[in-house]
């Protein structure tokens, strides 16, 4: 069986994989990085979700994610046919759409994302197996020694080795493989003390996966897809927790949990050219042709992660892997029936119903078929942790107003987004409530019990809570190059990630090492941190091991 090893083994190619590759490649480790997807870039790539960010992502990101924004933007000021005003906007919105500062088309960030690694790869110190999964680890005593992965293609199997080992699968697949102890779905509230968590601990409170797709607007023009095997099923179907079919513009507001009603379009698709608008069509939309030139042949396209196509009704985790694969494709079967409802039968906003201009396109997807290449993963396993984040270290309603969000001396960056949970797998509604910015505590990232493997992504060692917060795109580059920069540190110094933690020199030494070679910022100013409103934004702070 072919064998390859290097400093850092790194299973897991999203951005936080990406994250942790670059910071350990930038502070001279070797890397292998694998991924089970032909794209780099996980949810921001394969499973076709625009990033979602903070209000204060220009000014307040590491180097690395500033870059990685950077790169997006001059992409398409090189490549693609921008109006003059486009290409003279510094901060260029290509899809214009009003839940993203950077709404862009997929396959554009993966373009990005192997660039950022190019030089690394031709110098041979870095390897990239694209199309392969962690199939086992091997285990000696607290550390693991190698993982088997296998190739999608051709069933071949490799055996990888690293002396430090990341996880930075989408699902947290080496802790199950590898014997890590960790957490599948909700803890109860007796465990954790948190305010939202549920009275009886559920593993399967897992929250909805999407799959999303893309939608392309040609006027005049019909692209009605088959109708789906489950489209009756969806049609039909009414869950308690939703007003009527998923097939429908009403939905369920997340915060008030009341009913609303919000069309494709706010007007006809000519006259909706107004950022303002709250219609569906500019939530997520990533081309829009009021920032290219007139004689582009191209229309707008908007990327579908709408609540209708959030699938619930089987979970992923701790269930056998038939199961898995039954939700993966009843969620597929989801968004292929609401496409096909929009195309068909949904309420137009100028009259009439269907949209059959609206055609599903694969070639901002990497797909024919115009569905992501993977399926929008929300929760993971994680970690039973050194340190785990819980609601009373960043809810607003725990805390109480002002108060800000716990300070960790450990902090190895920052973040921020609302404790966001969608509807899950074991029946419970939308949980989205305010959190204040926070920041990321390294201990959360080192999982008891075992030496050498850090957590990367979404497996950190938040509650089913918390992860709704640090789930979503900045936070988990910034995981994912705290954990690479934490490899590399040790490989050099010959510590134990635990001892970095345990120990207030090497801890002071790491944090100087993020602030200086990495650029990452340590702190939110403590305006931010205690009121969480973007007005009036003071200068970064990023003193090693500073809190405000």
């Known amino acids: 069986m072919p064998y390859d090893s290097a400093d850092v083994l790194i299973i897991g190619g999203g951005l936080g994989g990406v994250a942790a590759a670059r910071a350990a490649l930038t502070l001279g480790a070797s890397v292998i990085l694998t991924e089970a997807e032909g794209w780099l870039g996980g949810q921001l790539t394969s499973q076709a979700v625009p990033p979602d960010e903070n209000p204060w992502i220009e000014d307040f ?20 046919p921008l109006t003059p005003e486009a290409q003279a906007d510094e901060r260029l919105n290509p899809g214009a759409a009003f839940v993203s500062a950077l709404s862009h088309e997929p396959r554009v960030a993966a373009a990005v994302l192997d660039d950022m690694l190019a030089g690394w790869l031709a110098e041979g110190r870095l390897t990239v197996l694209r199309r392969h ?53 909700a803890e109860s509230r007796a465990q954790t003390g948190e305010l939202h968590a549920p009275e009886v601990a ?9 799959w999303c797709a ?31 079919s998923q097939l429908s513009w009403n939905d369920v507001h997340p915060i008030t949990l009341e009913e609303r009603y919000r069309p494709l379009f706010a007007s006809t698709p000519e006259a909706a050219v107004h950022e303002a608008d709250r219609d569906l069509w500019h939530y997520r939309r990533i081309v829009a042709r009021r920032h290219l030139e007139p004689d582009y042949p191209g229309g707008e396209i908007t990327l579908v992660n709408w609540p209708q196509i959030d699938y619930w009704e089987l979970p992923l ?3 056998p892997p038939q199961t898995r694969q039954q939700a993966e ?45 993977a399926a929008y993963i929300r929760e993971s396993r994680r970690i039973k942790a050194l340190f785990t984040v819980t609601e009373a270290h960043i ?52 999982p008891v019990g075992t030496a050498n493997l850090l957590a990367a992504n979404k497996n950190i060692g938040t509650t089913h809570i918390t992860n709704g917060a640090y789930r979503l795109h900045p936070v988990e580059w910034s995981i994912g190059e705290a954990a690479g920069a934490l490899a590399a540190r040790c490989l050099a110094t010959g510590s134990a990630p635990a001892t970095v933690l345990a120990r207030e020199d090497e801890l002071r030494a790491f944090q100087g090492l993020l602030v200086g070679q990495l650029g990452v910022p340590l702190a939110w100013p403590d305006e931010i941190r205690r009121a969480g409103q973007p007005d009036a934004v003071p200068a970064p702070v990023r003193t090693a091991g500073s809190a405000s």
Request: aromatic share 8%.
């Open 61 to 80: 990101s590491s180097a690395g994610y500033r870059e990685l924004r950077d790169r997006v933007r001059e992409h398409y000021r090189r490549h693609y």
């Open 133 to 185: 999964e962690p199939v086992s680890a091997i285990r000696s005593g607290d550390r693991i020694t190698s993982v088997t992965v296998r190739d999608l293609a051709t069933d071949e199997r490799r055996v990888l080795a690293g002396s430090i080992v990341l996880d930075a699968t989408e699902l947290g697949d080496l802790l199950e493989l590898g014997g890590v102890p960790h957490v599948i779905g």
């Open 202 to 210: 559920d593993p399967m409170d897992q929250q909805a996966i999407t």
């Open 214 to 244: 893309a939608l392309e607007y040609r006027p005049g023009e019909s692209h009605v897809i088959p109708e789906p095997a489950g489209y009756t099923h969806w049609r039909d179907t009414v869950d308690p927790r939703w007003p009527g």
């Open 317 to 319: 985790l701790g269930v």
């Open 329 to 373: 494709l009843a969620a597929r079967d989801l968004t292929l029936s609401f496409v096909h409802w929009v195309q068909t039968a949904a309420p137009r906003s100028d009259g009439g119903h269907g949209y059959p201009e609206l055609r599903l396109t694969g070639n901002v997807l990497g797909t024919d078929d115009g569905l992501a290449r």
């Open 395 to 446: 809810g607003c309603e725990m805390r109480g107003a002002g108060e800000g969000a716990e300070v960790f001396a450990d902090t190895v960056g920052i973040g921020h987004y609302r404790i966001d949970l969608h509807p899950s797998t074991s029946g419970r509604t939308y949980v989205d409530i305010a959190s204040f910015p926070f920041q990321i505590p390294l201990g959360a990232l080192i």
